[in-house]
């Protein structure tokens, strides 16, 4: 089956510190990989994502993400945390669902919580 | 959220009533989605259509009942066969365009309380 894991339930960082999501995927062919975010009682918003060309992808927010291969994993990166970018994170993957249909398959999200 | 409108934001029901929620674009896009998140389960996929007329099962369809009469509007019905309904549930919408990548765009949600 073609899924994305997000290995951490919390990440707690200090405000200032460079801040890592993880996100691994599984899935046959090139992914296509995705990273949302959700502030409490909204809709998810897109950060950024990965289809085909350089690695590292800059998102929204100073967010950037990495993809590498060899690792399976798309980890979600910031140099310096900010207390505004406590939220949940989703990493997400597109799955074929047939007749040149997709779907997002998402991870069950990350809380990430800035410190001041 | 821009573009996508879903209402109410909280609705509460009481057990064995059906209720429909509502979800509106104006992007003009040809592919929606529905929804369900629970508290440490991320989001699983109830229904989708990629186009008018058209609409097809996601991974927990049991329960829930869509149509897609205009291309802008796709809404929910959450039936009283739902086992336990109470979820926050969110729209999402994507253009469909040939070689597009399916980025989703998503609503700002309705949160469900079953009484």
């Known amino acids: 089956a073609q899924s994305v894991a997000q290995p951490e339930d919390q990440v707690n960082v200090a405000e200032g510190n460079p801040l890592t999501v993880k996100c691994t995927y599984s899935?046959?062919?090139?992914?296509?990989l995705f990273w949302y975010v959700q502030y409490p009682n909204r809709g998810l918003q897109f950060l950024l994502k990965?289809?085909?060309?350089?690695?590292l992808v800059k998102g929204s927010y100073g967010f950037e993400a990495e993809f590498n291969k060899s690792q399976t994993s798309f980890h979600l990166k910031k140099p310096s945390a900010l207390v505004s970018d406590s939220a949940l994170y989703f990493c997400a993957v597109r799955v074929p669902t047939g007749a040149g249909s997709y779907q997002l398959t998402f991870g069950k999200g990350t809380k990430l919580s800035v410190i001041p | 959220d821009g573009g996508i409108t879903q209402s109410p934001k909280y609705l509460f029901r009481k057990e064995g009533q059906n209720v429909t929620l509502s979800c509106e674009q104006n992007l003009n896009h040809d592919a929606m989605y529905w929804y369900r998140q629970d508290p440490g389960q991320g989001l699983r996929l109830i229904y989708y259509s990629q186009i008018v007329n058209d609409f097809q099962k996601g991974d927990i369809a049991e329960g829930y009942s869509v149509s897609r009469e205009k291309k802008e509007s796709f809404p929910l019905t959450v039936t009283s066969a739902q086992k336990n309904p109470t979820a926050f549930y969110l729209c999402?919408?994507?253009?469909?365009?040939?070689?597009?990548?399916?980025?989703?765009?998503f609503g700002p949600g309705t949160r469900l309380t079953v009484l």
């Open positions: 999402a919408s994507t253009p469909r365009r040939q070689g597009g990548t399916d980025t989703q765009y």
């Open positions: 899935v046959s062919g090139n992914p296509y």
């Open positions: 990965y289809i085909t060309g350089d690695n």
